[in-house]
């Protein structure tokens, strides 16, 4: 087990993953889509030479070749920015991965306003949607490092395909190491009986911890949830927090349609209907700007979050 609280990056805690899984399996191996210095898969490149494949600028290609390495018997982490390794690549994936049953882990990084600077043609707000049409498949979206660490390990340990949505500047250091996290499992942070806030991922999982502080301040206690893994979905925490709170807000990076937060009243239609609010993007493309612009032009603020469950609580 690694403690990730000397990293400096989530991309950091993505790639120490996937070393220290080559360096214990020997059918681990890496393809890039010509962006090594994006994600940093150059330490890969430099401890297991061959068993890396640069494909080029041309992600759907590289997810074919990932499908064929799969079929020798090897194990393969694909990476591109969220926007390549979801809408460019996806009939690939479907199909050559998934429906013919290999093993590959695409790796989706900068996901939604993440992707900040590069702007609206590099932000993938419906990659949730359409992974999860895909049967079996893993999604995750850690909100840490400590987390993403080890939510790739148990991907590759689980014996499915998986999708890893994962920013790559900056860090949130979360959970200590030894913290029980466990794939399929949200996490609980805070306890209140007021309401219950499930997010997703570092950047509204953040937001969302600040959030309930505000509303601590205006005597609302709310429940917090990490809801780092998307699919398979915890629906034995989501019904327990139905019934303890009658009150859900889901906060996440990306569109309501096919995300997390349609999954989660989609259930909840069918077994204890509740009162339930969204943050998410609603129909709009993304756009330019810094991570704090981005997070208060989508209304991802704490003040956003706390004000859309001050008023489900009212």
Not at 78 to 95: P, T
Not at 96 to 121: C, E, F, M
């Amino acid at each position: 087990m690694r403690d990730t609280a000397d990293l400096g990056n989530m991309k950091d805690a993505v790639m120490a993953a996937i070393i220290d899984l080559a360096e214990e399996h020997k059918d681990v191996v890496m393809l890039e889509a010509d962006l090594m210095t994006c994600l940093g898969s150059t330490g890969f490149k430099k401890k297991f030479p061959e068993r890396f494949y640069n494909c080029g600028i041309a992600e759907a290609n590289m997810v074919g070749v990932a499908a064929g390495l799969s079929s020798m018997g090897f194990v393969p982490f694909a990476d591109s920015f969220g926007v390549f390794s979801s809408r460019r690549v996806y009939d690939q994936f479907f199909l050559s991965v998934n429906y013919a049953k290999q093993r590959v882990h695409l790796i989706g990084t900068d996901p939604g306003v993440v992707a900040q600077v590069n702007g609206g043609t590099h932000m993938p707000f419906e990659d949730i949607a359409l992974m999860r049409q895909i049967p079996d498949l893993i999604i995750i979206d850690p909100s840490d490092g400590q987390s993403c660490y080890e939510l790739i390990r148990q991907a590759y340990e689980s014996g499915h395909s998986s999708y890893i949505r994962v920013g790559r500047r900056g860090i949130t250091h979360r959970y200590p190491v030894g913290t029980k996290i466990q794939l399929g499992k949200g996490i609980v942070l805070t306890e209140g009986d007021d309401l219950a806030i499930i997010a997703e991922g570092e950047t509204l999982v953040n937001e969302a911890t600040k959030a309930v502080e505000i509303l601590k301040e205006k005597g609302i206690k709310a429940t917090l949830v990490d809801m780092h893994t998307i699919k398979p979905l915890d629906t034995e925490l989501i019904e327990k927090l139905a019934k303890k709170t009658g009150r859900i807000l889901v906060c996440e990076n990306g569109r309501y349609a096919g995300g997390l937060g349609e999954a989660v009243a989609g259930h909840l239609a069918k077994v204890h209907p509740t009162k339930m609010d969204f943050v998410s993007v609603g129909e709009r493309f993304g756009e330019v700007g810094n991570l704090a612009y981005l997070i208060k032009a989508f209304n991802f603020s704490a003040e956003d979050i706390a004000a859309k469950a001050e008023a489900l609580v009212k």
